[in-house]
């Protein structure tokens, strides 16, 4: 009995030395800029980084009273609700349709994986040649009048394909890792009972990968939150601040205007809603457990 606790003993060492490289670069690179962030976003502080005096809630007050904030919060809304369900469709589709393993399914899966290989930057270009508006490539390709990037509507619907693309690749073989690691005698055996076609997809294979589709949809969720990048290649937050979310708001606010009470304030806002759209899906699994 001894030798066993000091064998399970070793192994937790093992495990924590294992895990230790991870969590010093989490610490130093998330843990600690996240508490400094809280902390300083209840002070004043200046250009430098240097704390003033102390300013309770009032730069969370400043922030909410931004008419530019509250229209980042319905962009970024607007967004996840477009965003979410058309990606979560995009790439359950594709990886259903390559499902079934054969000699030729490596010419879908490079191809759907694809996207992984090409860099933000260079599909954010990319898009913004196709759909810059009437002199884009769309337009003389095929002859319509599609606005593209300078109409608000055209500039969201712009984003979200692109946001589809950047992510497409990572949920794709997710998914269809999920669908191939089915066991066959649980389709066999729903086979044997009737079950075919649709039926066999949507009341079998579908429930027995719902871990999975939940983790592309927080995934998903959580990049629509923390989108950024593309918007500043593609609309820099416009037409008439039509694309200006959350997080190109902070860009704004941090890194042009140099507003570091703000930055800190929205910073800390910012990780807390991400922290809890990635904290629902474990607890949604230990939820589930208990109630097993």
Do not use: H
Not at 201 to 213: A, Q, R
Request: positive net charge.
């Amino acid at each position: 009995m001894k030798e066993k606790n000091i064998r399970k003993k070793r192994s937790g060492i093992k495990a924590y030395l294992y895990l230790a490289p991870a969590i010093a670069v989490a610490a130093v690179f998330y843990w600690y800029p996240s508490l400094k962030s809280l902390i300083e976003s209840f002070f004043n502080v200046n250009g430098n980084g240097e704390i003033l005096s102390f300013a309770g809630l009032e730069n969370y007050r400043i922030l909410f009273r931004d008419p530019a904030f509250i229209n980042s919060l319905k962009v970024t809304l607007k967004f996840i609700v477009l965003f979410v369900p058309a990606n979560t469709f995009v790439t359950l589709l594709a990886a259903s349709l390559t499902r079934r393993p054969s000699r030729l399914s490596f010419i879908p899966e490079y191809i759907f994986f694809t996207p992984v290989a090409v860099s933000l930057s260079a599909y954010s270009l990319l898009m913004k040649e196709i759909f810059r508006g009437n002199a884009s490539v769309l337009n003389n390709l095929f002859g319509t009048t599609f606005s593209g990037i300078t109409t608000p509507g055209g500039a969201m619907a712009v984003l979200v394909i692109l946001g589809i693309f950047l992510d497409f690749g990572i949920d794709y073989i997710l998914l269809m890792c999920a669908f191939r690691s089915i066991d066959k005698s649980v389709v066999e055996a729903a086979r044997m009972d009737g079950a075919g076609g649709w039926r066999l997809y949507w009341c079998v294979e579908v429930p027995m990968i719902k871990e999975t589709v939940l983790i592309t949809i927080f995934l998903a969720l959580k990049d629509a939150i923390l989108i950024s990048a593309p918007i500043i290649i593609l609309t820099e937050g416009g037409p008439f601040r039509s694309t200006e979310t959350v997080m190109f708001y902070y860009y704004t606010e941090a890194f042009r205007s140099g507003n570091r009470a703000v930055q800190n304030a929205l910073a800390s806002l910012v990780l807390t809603l991400a922290a809890f759209v990635m904290a629902l899906f474990p607890m949604k699994n230990r939820l589930t457990g208990d109630k097993a």
